[in-house]
């Protein structure tokens, strides 16, 4: 079949699962796949939503990270994939770094577009950008962000054998304990671990 052409190619699909609301306002795509950041809290900071099935059905978890170093600054998790979500994530990534202005990259999803979440960015002086329609390449270092996380944890847990709270705990600590302070990270110098960079580069500048 292959040889006559009948054999088509696997659609790539995204981690991330929110849909367009097609009448919602949009905002132009401000990143346009530069994933650099010199200084924390400053440039991108990228978000997005991923599902995990649980023995009692699907945990929806929100993160954001920080391009500067690849830190996930903001993590929520519910078993509903509504804007509350979002707004969580992005409330805990604020309150964390103690940030405001930043740009704030997503894609399309109905959670990011809906007037509640744009408010929050404006209280916090954040500038929205968004991906193009169907472009999750747009936000692809998001999207790997989520891709290492199953691949490292999930995928070798099977998490439909465990409830939510359980799952809940396990991502919690791969994010915060492992992979913000633990885990090389090649895109930093040094390899630093994202954390650990951004903790040494604020003090060698104090």
Same mark, same amino acid.
């Given at each position: 079949m292959k040889k006559h052409g009948l054999l088509k190619k696997a659609k790539r699909h995204p981690n991330g699962i929110t849909r367009e609301d097609a009448a919602a306002q949009k905002s132009e795509n401000l990143i346009r796949r530069d994933f650099k950041s010199s200084a924390p809290n400053q440039k991108w900071w990228l978000s997005d939503i991923t599902g995990v099935p649980c023995s009692d059905g699907k945990l929806y978890l929100s993160a954001v990270l920080d391009c500067f170093n690849g830190e996930i600054v903001g993590v929520a998790m519910d078993d509903n994939m509504r804007k509350q979500l979002c707004i969580q994530s992005?409330?805990?990534? &604020?309150? +964390? $770094?103690? +940030?405001r *202005?930043?740009?704030?990259?997503?894609?399309? *999803? =109905?959670?990011?577009? =809906?007037? +509640?979440? $744009?408010? &929050?960015? +404006?209280k916090r002086g954040a500038i929205q950008s968004m991906s193009g329609t169907g472009r999750c390449y747009d936000n692809a270092r998001m999207e790997s962000f989520f891709a290492t996380l199953k691949k490292e944890k999930l995928y070798k847990i099977n998490t439909e054998r465990y409830p939510m709270a359980y799952i809940k705990s396990i991502i919690f600590r791969y994010i915060m304990v492992y992979y913000n302070r633990r885990r090389v990270y090649t895109s930093n110098p040094g390899g630093w671990p994202p954390t650990i960079y951004r903790e040494r580069m604020l003090s060698q500048a104090a």
């Open positions: 992005f409330e805990n990534a &604020c309150k +964390a $770094r103690n +940030a *202005g930043m740009i704030f990259h997503s894609d399309r *999803g =109905s959670q990011f577009t =809906s007037q +509640a979440f $744009r408010e &929050c960015l +404006a």
